[in-house]
């Protein structure tokens, strides 16, 4: 009831004149932001930092929440229609909504994806407000041997991307593990396969990975096949909205997506792509049209994980506000314009700033409802975009590529790192090796090489740890199920079905 | 039509990702000079917000008329320091902000260039670090802790940030003095200061190091237990003792200072030093300091340059120790 009160007072915050337009200023931007890829939401927020010389902290919290929301709807047009992931918490998103988008179901991709967008973020909004001291206690039980072990169960995931072929697939989990291992090593601070480069010491960005083997591979895949296929895009088949079966896929993706990502997005080290992944892999399995995976894009692939990505963007603000644990890039810089205004993000935050905190959590609310209103309209024109004739459509897609990588940090060597991954993309298309595997190996190898690594430190090397406590053993044994279950079932179910009529000794 | 608005729409975009390489602040002082600040570090991070706060006060002061921001970042500034040496050089108005995370770079990944080769201008502030366990630790006094590290290092695993970062460094310097080999530490690094501050409040790991802002509020908040602060005297408000005060002779301070190019005239590194010290001065500089928890530690000059020299050997020295170098 007391959370009521505040979120009332929060409400009568958000609801002042000036803040409304801040927060449809920010949402408006941060969808901009969101579309183009490598230029996100931390560095658009530090960007404006200077504002907060200006304006009151409620105002300019509003605007970065806006922005830092947006970004989460933006991200995903681009990935749907141009195969071009905006963020790396959408790169999953492009693997079906860009198959729907070819197949004429665009505008369905577009609205499960906002409408998802919309349901998990006021789900994860929710959670905010009452939920949070419960589920940062959770949160917290999280040690580096209970990472790994979410990990090793995300690792089930890849399964579900691997293609027809498993030796192909893990030929590309392996290259991205390699792709992932370029840079500093964090744990003893030398570099790893960066050819003496100074400019690889950060690592390959996992964006310019994605746009790289994704759009660039693809366009040049197109290119080649000019004038010998017939792979053409159909921009429109059907009404622009979804149908009334594809609302009836999409809402129990959106829940589940929720309830994956908020709680993991809350974790400090949970991140926003391993919800995605794990919400991509249940869906495919849980999916009464697995046929469509791959091949037309099944709904079903789109609503979960960008349900799951926005939830998670909203458990990210639970550490931030109970306990001011900045566990994102966003999260941090939102910290340090607190620091700006002499509040020191901490424990204390929610009794000492109550007016800040519930007024950013009441502009969650408008932010989400200003985002649908926004983006639903918006997929008209989008789709349109695929009308485009596709040579020019191309085009336009590798200049998109190549502006975004620039903007991301500047640097020249970034775009050569494109080229070279979308001639590899190109490659890999033409001998039919899939690459979304590289891309999952570059996120979740070098996490669980870390967690692995610092669970060993602390535990001075006893493996022990990783069975010994309660929850990493109940995350290995899921992902034990996960990998010998569907085996398992198959057998039995195989057993049943053949079993009477080929009793042993009966043939 | 539709190509048009498209084509309109992601002119506007590739505006917006422009600006991220410069950030344009209106002038409104008339007669003062422009500066170019070069930050090698994306925006956000201990530099920029340096670099930034400098703008907002020299504009305040109206010594500047603006001033002008790049961003370079990767690798602790090492891949924008070759730059700032070629392409900056004898820009007489121009300041790269950097500190003690460049030193242990530049050492640690072997680069090509260092602050040797850049003017040094002035050592503005300082974060000292702060050793805290859990509340529930069994240590009470950072004696206990030097106890049990001298017992069985391997046992007393601590979290900080990157490896070979000022935390790291900190550990070692403890760890040396007190007589514990470095390699038989068991340093635990994250990338942020959030995920070590988890670590820590969820009974993972012994003991933490980090600057004494990440942990200042949970520490208020009785979720962590101050041990000790690495500064050079007893601090206003905070109820613990130097390290120097607990028996352990180290003193440091996370620096963060600024240099103008190489070849630059002694003309213009002296009115360089001149705005920034009158800056430094400033009350208005003072209150940004306080909010931020940045101890000002003016150095200018000849003394700033001798000082660079002096902490970049006492860094590699440890970096050696620790196997980093």
Known sequence: METLGHLAHGFAVAFSPTNLLWCLLGTTLGTAIGVLPGLGPALTIALLLPITYQVAPEASFILFAGIYYGAMYGGSTTSILLNTPGESATIVTALEGNKMARSGRGGAALATSAIGSFVAGTIGTLGVAFLAPVVVKFALAFGPAEYFSLMVLAFITVSAVLGSSSVRGLTSLFAGFVIGMIGVDLQTGQPRFTFGMTELLDGVDVIIAAVGLFAVGETLYMASRRYAGKDEIVPLRGSLYMTAAEWGRSWKAWLRGAAIGFPIGAMPAGGAEIPTFLSYAIEKKLSKHKEEFGTVGAIEGVAGPEAANNASAAGVLVPMLTLGLPTSATAAIMLSAFQSYGINPGPLLLTTQANLVWGLIASLFIANVILVILNLPLIGLWVRLLKIPAPQLYAGILVFATVGTYGISQSPIDLVILYLLGAAGFLMRRFDFPTAPVIIGMILGPLAETQFRRAMTISNGDWSVFYKHPLSLTLLTLAFIGLVGPHIWAFIEHRRRRGPEHVPGDA | ?325
């Open chain 2, 1 to 325: 039509m539709l190509n048009r608005r498209r084509f309109l729409m992601s002119t506007a975009a590739a505006g917006a990702a422009g600006l991220t390489g410069l950030n344009l602040t209106p002038a409104f002082a008339e007669g003062a000079p422009q500066i170019q600040v070069f930050v090698p570090a994306a925006p956000g991070g201990g530099w920029d917000q340096t670099a930034r706060t400098m703008d907002q006060v020299l504009r305040s002061e109206k010594l500047i008329s603006g001033s002008q921001i790049t961003n370079v970042g990767g690798a602790g500034g090492t891949v924008g320091l070759p730059q700032f040496i070629s392409q900056w050089n004898g820009k007489g108005n121009s300041l790269m902000v950097a500190g003690m995370v460049m030193v242990g770079a530049i050492i640690a990944n072997k680069a090509a260039n260092n602050l040797t080769q850049v003017t040094p201008i002035a050592r503005l502030t300082g974060e000292f670090e702060a050793l805290v366990v859990p509340a529930d630790s069994p240590f009470k006094t950072a004696a206990d802790f030097v106890a049990a590290l001298k017992a069985d290092p391997t046992k007393v695993p601590v979290a900080g940030g990157s490896a070979g970062g000022s935390d790291h460094i900190l550990f070692g310097l403890i760890a040396k003095t007190v007589g514990v080999p470095a390699p038989s530490l068991s340093y635990v690094p994250f990338a942020g200061g959030g995920e070590a501050l988890s670590a820590l409040l969820g009974n993972q790991v012994a003991a933490g190091i980090s600057g004494f802002g990440e942990f200042s509020e949970q520490v208020k908040a009785g979720a962590l237990r101050l041990l000790a602060i690495s500064a050079d005297k007893r601090q206003d408000g905070i109820d613990a003792p130097t390290l120097k005060e607990a028996g352990i002779d180290v003193e440091l301070f996370n620096w963060r200072g600024v240099f103008a190019p190489p070849g630059v005239s002694d003309a213009d590194k002296a009115a360089m030093i001149a705005l920034v010290e009158t800056m430094a001065k400033s009350d208005a500089w003072a209150a940004e300091c306080k909010n931020r928890n940045w101890t000002p530690i003016l150095l200018t000059g000849d003394d700033y340059a001798k000082f660079v020299t002096e902490d970049s050997a006492r860094i590699e020295a440890i970096l050696k120790d620790l196997g980093l170098a």
